[in-house]
């Protein structure tokens, strides 16, 4: 009798051979695909050798025909176009109740557009997102489905047995919500990485310029955060980082060309919040600070013209670098409550029934930004599901209390000696603004209703009750009709 497959797989890149060794061994008997048949070949003599239950298919067709009923098949494909056409490619071969689930970092209106073409031809979906990198999908990523609901049942067993674990044993995945709600949620999850890289990129470069610290002693410094409240992955492997050698035995980071790429996520984060009129400052700033970084001939040509303070230091080191992890301890934090002010938001926008703690508790293990920290932001949302922001937790409350004159400090001698920290110091302009009663828009409101007659509220009126003034004299009374941004 022929061996029928749990489970299909399209895409033979390193994550989806990765995913298939997982789903593997874990018990399950995985079909691969890949649209170039060597590379599916090589793959089944090469790292799946031995493995008599991860079978090779030459087509879809043939794909398709290895499935257990319903079919279930994980595209990791590159986003876009490509995603449609592989969808096409299936459907011929589906049948009413299979399921096709999308693993790549699509945009989240695709994945709703797909989910409700999909379910008219009576066929589920679900766009999951896999965090983790290839060492995750391997030995257990943080996976975020969403899409249709009736989908989750049929790989609620398959996705739970190869995620990563928290200390107590709970899988890093559950059901997100529906539509686009899971690419969604990891789209954030993307956008909060790039502020923690670049977060973590400018104490870097406090240390280096201001400091003077040489990379060896950066990775001693990083090895002792990784022991407290910022032990997460990042600090880890940027730990690691600092100790690897070139061939010639000095630090490979210095020789690596600074100008940074990204594929997109932070900058759909950055759209989103935009769209939404949520203040995600901290990512925003980051995704610059790579568009920034890429601008590489024309920062060299600006250094030999434009002219700013030599960095100079006389303090003690040692307290200036704990100042340091400190004022990254507060940005961290409003990279985080930024991250879930936007998500709730976008619940709103979208009619999605988000649980907070459960997304924290997805994160806390096998994905990028997985950190102890994560387990408070759980706790806060256990205690609390209703709260607006992150800040008004008394824990993190009391730990940007704690950090704050050190992140002062931080922000205020960077900018005296000319060393751009653009996240650390728009997170902490951020908190500011957000702990301020009053904020200078009321001038704001008054010059938009000068120039276009967009109206204001009054201090002393109801609000929802409108005003326009003529400021002139000869301007008219007529106003403009208002919008939200």
Same mark, same amino acid.
């Given at each position: ?9 399209? !895409?033979?890149?390193?994550?989806? /051979? ?13 079909? &691969? ?123 609620? +067993? ?44 400018? @104490?870097? /470069? ?39 050698? +070139?061939?010639?035995? @000095? ?18 984060? !950055? ?21 920034? @970084? &890429? ?6 040509? &600006? ?8 960095? @100079? ?24 409550? /930024? ?107 008054? /010059?938009?209703?000068?120039?276009? &007659? ?9 609000? !929802? ?21």
């Amino acid at each position: 009798m022929e061996t029928k497959a749990d489970i299909g797989l399209i !895409g033979l890149a390193v994550m989806g /051979q990765n995913l298939i060794l997982n789903m593997n061994d874990h018990g399950y008997t995985v079909a &691969a695909y890949n649209r170039t048949v060597s590379k599916m070949e090589d793959f089944i003599t090469g790292p799946a050798k031995g493995r008599e239950t991860i079978i090779g298919a030459r087509s879809i067709q043939e794909l398709a025909a290895l499935l257990k009923r319903p079919r279930k098949v994980i595209l990791m494909v590159k986003a876009g176009e490509v995603v449609d056409h592989f969808i096409e490619l299936l459907l011929p071969h589906l049948e009413e109740g299979d399921l096709i689930i999308d693993g790549g970092n699509s945009h989240y209106p695709d994945t709703s557009r797909r989910t409700a073409y999909l379910k008219e031809k009576n066929i589920l979906y679900i766009g999951t997102g896999v965090s983790g990198g290839e060492e995750g999908a391997r030995h257990g990523p943080s996976i975020i489905p969403g899409g249709n609901p009736a989908a989750w049942p049929l790989v609620k +067993d398959i996705f739970q047995a190869i995620a990563a674990k928290t200390p107590d044993g709970t899988p890093c995945c559950d059901w997100v919500g529906e539509d686009g709600a899971g690419h969604y949620v990891k789209m954030v999850h993307n956008g909060i990485e790039y502020g923690d890289m670049q977060i973590i990129c400018e @104490s870097y /470069q406090l240390m280096k310029e201001l400091l003077r610290l040489s990379p060896d002693d950066m990775h001693r410094v990083f090895s002792r955060w990784n022991q407290g409240e910022l032990d997460s992955y990042l600090i880890e492997i940027t730990r690691d980082i600092l100790a690897f050698k +070139d061939q010639d035995g @000095s630090p490979l980071v210095e020789r690596i060309l600074d100008t940074a790429g990204q594929k997109g996520t932070g900058k759909w984060t !950055g759209i989103s919040s935009l769209d939404l009129g949520v203040p995600t400052t901290l990512i925003g700033e980051a995704v610059y600070a790579r568009c920034l @970084s &890429a601008l590489k001939d024309e920062r060299v040509a &600006a250094s030999r013209v434009l002219r700013g303070p030599e960095p @100079s230091f006389s303090g003690n080191k040692e307290e200036f670098a704990e100042d340091i992890r400190r004022a990254l301890l507060a940005a961290k934090i409003v990279s985080y409550a /930024q991250g879930f002010m936007l998500m709730r938001e976008a619940a709103k926008e979208y009619n999605w029934k988000l649980n907070y703690g459960s997304i924290a508790l997805m994160w806390r293990g096998g994905c990028i930004i997985r950190s102890v920290f994560l387990e408070k932001i759980k706790e806060a949302f256990d205690k609390n599901p209703e709260i607006n922001n992150l800040l008004l937790d008394d824990y993190f409350k009391g730990v940007i209390e704690k950090c704050q004159p050190s992140w002062r400090r931080v922000v205020s001698i960077a900018a005296l000696n000319g060393i751009p920290v653009p996240a650390l110091s728009t997170a902490l302009s951020f908190y500011d603004g957000y702990r301020s009663e009053r904020l200078p828009a009321n001038l704001l409101q008054a /010059q938009r209703d000068y120039f276009g &007659a967009h109206t204001y509220e009054r201090l002393d009126k109801p609000r !929802g009750e409108f005003f326009h003034t003529n400021w002139t004299g000869t301007g008219g009374d007529v106003s403009s009709g208002t919008y939200n941004a």
